[in-house]
């Protein structure tokens, strides 16, 4: 097996309306955003009595954006998307990301 350093890596999603995708593909293109991939989805809660005593809407277009970041700029884009952007607020949107090991670019 060949040794592989880390590289500091992560897979970094963003979850939002469809109206704002432009607005985000700007951001992750601001970010240095590798393999952007953007996939249409349709929001599946429904309206419920529970779902409104949490302060949850139901949305029903919805983008993923996906896509590979440097360790340091995946964490200044989530300090971007709660503060600018809401994201800590209810529907706003939902943005994360995961270590990649053994992936350079």
């Known amino acids: 097996m060949r040794d592989v350093e880390i590289n500091g890596l992560q ?3 963003i979850i939002a309306e469809q109206n704002k995708k432009k ?3 700007a951001l992750l293109d601001e970010y240095d955003a590798r393999g952007i991939e953007v996939v249409y989805a349709h929001g599946s809660m429904s309206p419920s009595a529970v779902a409104a005593a949490f302060g949850f809407e ?3 277009k919805k983008v993923m954006l996906s896509c590979l970041l440097k360790n340091e700029k995946a964490k200044q884009l989530l300090n971007i998307l709660y503060s600018d952007y ?3 607020k209810p529907n706003t949107g939902i943005a994360f990301s995961v270590p990649v ?3 350079a670019f």
Do not use: N
Request: a negative charge; charged letters at 35%; proline letters at 0%.
């Open 86 to 88: 809401k994201f800590d």
């Open 11 to 13: 897979y970094f999603v």
């Open 23 to 25: 607005k985000f593909l």
């Open 58 to 60: 139901s949305e029903q």
């Open 101 to 103: 090991e053994g992936m």
